[in-house]
C-alpha cells in the first residue's frame, strides 16, 4: 500500500516562501507521478505541480510559474514544492498526490497526503 505523508506549510506574509515535503512509501517501482494539488474554500481543487520521477520532469500551473519550484530527491523518494513570491491568492489546502500512471494521475490520482494548509496575509 503506498502511502504519502506530507511536512511543511503554514502561515507568512504575502512574498514570502514556505516549502512543502512528501514522502512516498510503499511503491515497488520508482517510476511514477507525484506532485501537489490545491483547494481554496468554494474552489475547485487544481493540478498546482507534477513531476514524473523517471524523467524528473515537472510542469506547472501557469499562475505559480516562475514562483513554485517542484523537485525530487529519488533517494528518499521525497518530493518538494519550494513556494516563492506567495500571494494571498495561493492560500488553500494543499495535498499531494501520486498514481503509478499518468492517465490515472490525471483524472483522479490514487494516493493522496493528508494535506498542509498555506496561508499567505497581504
Known amino acids: 500500500q503506498v502511502q504519502l505523508v506530507e511536512s511543511g506549510g503554514g502561515s507568512v506574509q504575502a512574498g514570502g516562501s514556505l516549502r512543502l515535503s512528501c514522502a512516498a512509501s510503499g511503491y515497488t517501482s520508482s517510476h511514477y507521478y507525484m506532485g501537489w494539488f490545491r483547494q481554496a474554500p468554494g474552489k475547485m481543487r487544481e493540478e498546482v505541480a507534477t513531476?514524473?520521477?523517471?524523467?524528473?520532469?515537472?510542469s506547472y500551473l501557469d499562475s505559480v510559474k516562475g514562483r513554485f519550484t517542484l523537485s525530487q530527491d529519488r533517494s528518499k523518494n521525497t518530493v518538494y514544492l519550494q513556494m516563492n513570491s506567495l500571494k494571498p491568492q495561493d492560500t488553500a489546502m494543499y495535498y499531494c498526490?501520486?498514481?503509478?500512471?499518468?492517465?490515472?494521475?490525471?483524472?483522479?490520482?490514487?494516493?493522496w497526503g493528508q494535506g498542509s494548509q498555506v496561508t499567505v496575509s497581504s
Open positions: 498526490a501520486s498514481d503509478p500512471s499518468l492517465r490515472s494521475y490525471l483524472e483522479s490520482p490514487k494516493y
Open positions: 513531476i514524473d520521477t523517471d524523467s524528473g520532469r515537472a
